[in-house]
């Protein structure tokens, strides 16, 4: 009966709504099954009429029980006066048409919007105060009009009576971490700060009390992820964290500036975290307006960021940089994702053999972005890359090409013009090209808009690796 129950839960999740409500009048069983299902996770993005089901469903504790996860985006209150308008005139508009009535749900939302965001805010409190099992919170609190403080009380009141392991943060009044500091959140594991631009960041109280926070988490927590605007002094934020032993995983986007030196706090944070850390990822922004030092610094430090299983790099201009990166974690990288960067089949090349490891290729997972997609790309990858289970390729434009024996690409259309054909006949050759390949997902997408390939140009490509690799499941 069990493996039943799980075989149930695993179809559940690609159920809609309406047809897990329709499971629960089958038996017990399947109806704890749905009500997990829809209620597991629980999102206040709208005000709809699916978040006044939940308001009023979620004051049963019985059914409070049954949330983990919370997504607020409190932003929807700015707009309710709008949608007021709108609701009242639909309301009038049902009391005159005899023919058809509003259901419960619709005089309910009608009721919240009429109301206003106080109304709103009442019936969010009393479900947040039933809420005794969550461990994940995502709390958007940017753009958000002044009637969300009694949400906010409420909700920190429930983060103190759970045991809360991942929290995702976005706010823009850095009042939110002073109310942060006093909750005790001995099980957080997991911590995402995001902020946007505020009048606050010019001030240093701003960023003590932010790392105030980070350092009373901070020695239990196993990811953290940092987004910041360029007008965040990151560099005396870094300066004053203390420890994260426990850090497994980090996530950067920041902003680099003329500020950042070779002896940069920044680079001594990631020196004292690169013992514990398998994954990273570096997202810098305006990374082409700042001072190389910094790139230069971390290229030249090898004992910072070494080991890595997964690494993911967005942005970053110094391709000799990710070239170092990589070299230190040979054998060890199981996942490599470089974006926003087009590469030539000249750079792809380094950065496989980057990767790789003669006595020991781990690599399972490549993500990257080409300038020409061509047989002699997935000839080289399939041939240095044997092992490889999933390649993502966004590419600007395709076309023939070979490798010749220098391992060099030769393109068989003139000057690497845009050449389908070129392309999908040797893919669609027999025997199958990549046979021996053990590649089990690919996804190829065109990252620019180009006018000679077509949807139908694209579905050539597609069906053309469907069969140069067998077995392989197709994502678009």
Request: charged fraction near 20%; hydrophobic fraction near 40%; glycine fraction near 4%.
């Amino acid at each position: 009966m069990s493996n039943e129950y799980d075989v149930w839960q695993h179809i559940s999740g690609y159920l809609s709504t309406s047809e897990l409500r329709g499971l629960m009048s089958v038996n017990y069983a399947l109806y704890d099954m749905a009500m997990d299902a829809i209620y597991r996770e629980v999102s206040w993005h709208h005000l709809d009429a699916d978040m006044v089901k939940s308001l009023t469903c979620l004051s049963d504790p019985r059914v409070a029980k049954r949330v983990h996860k919370l997504d607020i985006r409190l932003w929807f209150l700015r707009f309710q006066f709008d949608e007021c308008l709108r609701i009242c005139s639909s309301v009038k508009a049902w009391k005159t048409d005899v023919r058809r009535k509003p259901t419960t749900v619709e005089t309910q939302l009608a009721a919240l919007l009429k109301g206003g965001p106080d109304v709103t805010v009442d019936a969010m409190q009393c479900a947040l105060e039933k809420l005794r099992e969550l461990y994940e919170c995502v709390l958007d609190i940017r753009w958000s009009p002044l009637p969300v403080g009694r949400v906010l009380r409420s909700l920190f009141h429930t983060l103190s009576q759970n045991n809360l392991r991942k929290l995702d943060l976005r706010f823009h009044d850095f009042d939110v971490v002073d109310e942060l500091i006093r909750i005790p959140l001995k099980s957080l594991r997991e911590l995402s700060l995001e902020f946007t631009c505020s009048p606050e960041l010019r001030h240093e109280v701003s960023v003590v009390r932010l790392t105030q926070f980070a350092n009373r988490v901070g020695p239990h927590l196993t990811m953290f992820s940092l987004s910041t605007p360029p007008q965040f002094d990151y560099s005396a934020f870094f300066a004053n964290l203390g420890e994260f032993s426990r850090l497994h995983k980090l996530v950067l986007r920041v902003a680099l500036s003329h500020q950042i030196s070779s002896e940069s706090p920044l680079l001594s944070f990631l020196r004292a975290v690169s013992p514990h850390l398998t994954t990273f990822e570096f997202h810098p922004r305006f990374s082409y307006l700042s001072d190389p030092l910094f790139f230069t610094s971390l290229r030249h430090t090898e004992d910072v960021l070494s080991d890595l299983q997964v690494l993911t790099l967005s942005n970053v201009s110094d391709f000799d940089l990710t070239l170092s990166l990589l070299r230190r974690s040979q054998g060890t990288i199981s996942e490599l994702t470089v974006k926003s960067h087009l590469l030539e089949f000249s750079q792809v090349k380094a950065l496989v053999l980057a990767a790789t490891d003669c006595s020991h290729n781990a690599l399972r997972a490549l993500h990257v972005e080409v300038q020409v997609l061509s047989p002699a790309v997935l000839d080289f990858i399939a041939r240095c890359l044997p092992c490889l289970e999933n390649l993502h390729i966004l590419y600007k434009t395709v076309c023939g090409g070979h490798l010749d024996p220098n391992d060099h690409e030769t393109y068989t259309s003139a000057d690497g013009a845009v050449s389908i054909d070129g392309f999908t006949q040797p893919m669609l050759s027999s025997p199958p090209r990549y046979q021996d390949w053990g590649l089990r997902t690919i996804r190829v997408w065109e990252g620019d808009v180009h006018d000679e390939i077509t949807t139908a140009d694209e579905e050539k490509i597609i069906h053309s690796l469907a069969w140069a690799i067998p077995g392989l499941m197709l994502t678009q």
